[in-house]
């Protein structure tokens, strides 16, 4: 059966702060340690209210240094925000400090509004159209340095840190294809290309010295609970947060509601159903059997789990089932 791996964005809950939520992030890798999950990757986003992973490599590290074998990585760095050397030497260094263990995701966006945008590169000269070179940079940085090289990442040099391109259109599936990198698509909120993406992302494949044969990583938001109307009602907390985004009102992540319908229109609830297609939510046997399905249809060859659960100990809860339907689906795949 495919692995499965935890997306986490580092949640600040209503009620909540920034240290609580970064002790969660600790709680719930060690957590999924323990159940066998593959990776752990943290989201950089910027000016957000209800999300603290913003110095993501800073995260990483708190999250490895809590850690001692899940894979972790950034799902993902926003390159255009940084200069790939500085995002050499930031993962050079997480890669010798936990060395095997890091992964470094990266994507085109911004992560942010466009006045965070400016705020953080100061100018916009350096966008997503350099993106294609920035990759190369990076990828260049982390190779044996050559005698002739005169800008090295120390440290980064000679370490390969695992490359991977994130997207949510077709552009980054394209790039992945030809440089022969690992491929995620962000389905979880932008499923509307997935299957052309993959299709794209399979049939463009050019191996390499980072990969030998496509991988494709696909997003899914699961929740799951004791029965399937408890985990309507946590997932409740991520609709709202949808709501949130489509009325400009970008807060902290809100308590799941008993009645979802009294919060917004019919329009608003279309667009959140489409938004939020790639969503699993049910009890063990509900949620093993979305799993399932959604493998059958798209062959991925591995999930990212994602869950925006207002309550803590039912976010740990719901990564168990998780672990426990792929433990049940590896049994049947055998």
């Known amino acids: 059966m495919i692995p499965f791996s935890v997306l986490d964005l580092s949640p600040i809950p209503q009620g909540g702060n920034a240290a609580q939520a970064f002790h969660n992030t600790k709680?719930?890798?060690?957590?999924a340690e323990r159940l066998g999950y593959q990776r752990y990757w943290l989201a950089e986003h910027h000016n957000m209210v209800g999300i603290a992973s913003a110095a993501t490599s800073l995260v990483i590290s708190h999250v490895a240094a809590n850690t001692s074998t899940i894979r972790v990585g950034a799902g993902g760095i926003m390159l255009p925000n940084h200069a790939p050397l500085v995002i050499a030497e930031q993962f050079g260094t997480l890669e010798s400090l936990y060395p095997g263990r890091i992964d470094l995701g990266l994507g085109r966006a911004?992560?942010?509004?466009?006045?965070?945008?400016?705020?953080?590169r100061r100018h916009?000269?350096?966008s997503a159209d350099t993106f294609p070179q920035d990759v190369?940079?990076?990828q260049a940085y982390f190779a044996p340095a050559?005698?002739?090289q005169a800008v090295r990442a120390v440290p980064g040099a000679g370490l390969g840190v695992p490359l991977w391109l994130l997207g949510s259109s077709l552009y980054s599936a394209q790039l992945a294809a030809e440089?022969?990198?690992p491929f995620a698509f962000a389905s979880h909120f932008a499923p509307?290309?997935?299957?052309?993406?993959?299709?794209?992302y399979r049939s463009r494949f050019k191996p390499s010295a980072a990969l030998a044969k496509s991988h494709v990583m696909l997003g899914v938001s699961v929740f799951a609970a004791g029965t399937d109307q408890e985990a309507r009602r946590l997932f409740t907390s991520l609709q709202q947060q949808f709501l949130g985004m489509i009325r400009g009102e970008r807060g902290l992540l809100q308590p799941p509601v008993d009645n979802i319908d009294a919060l917004w229109n019919e329009g608003e609830r279309r667009h959140i159903e489409q938004t939020l297609a790639c969503s699993v939510v049910g009890d063990?046997?509900?949620?093993?059997e979305g799993l399932e399905a959604f493998v059958a249809e798209t062959g991925a060859d591995e999930l990212m789990i994602t869950a925006q659960i207002f309550d803590h100990q039912a976010r740990l809860h719901s990564f168990g089932l998780v672990a426990e339907a792929h433990q049940l689906m590896t049994a049947v795949a055998l």
């Open 284 to 288: 063990l046997e509900t949620v093993q």
């Open 136 to 138: 190369q940079e990076l």
């Open 27 to 31: 709680e719930l890798a060690q957590h």
């Open 179 to 181: 440089l022969g990198l």
């Open 110 to 120: 911004p992560g942010s509004d466009q006045h965070t945008t400016r705020a953080l």
């Open 146 to 148: 050559q005698p002739y």
């Open 124 to 126: 916009l000269q350096d």
């Open 192 to 200: 509307g290309m997935m299957h052309q993406a993959i299709e794209i």
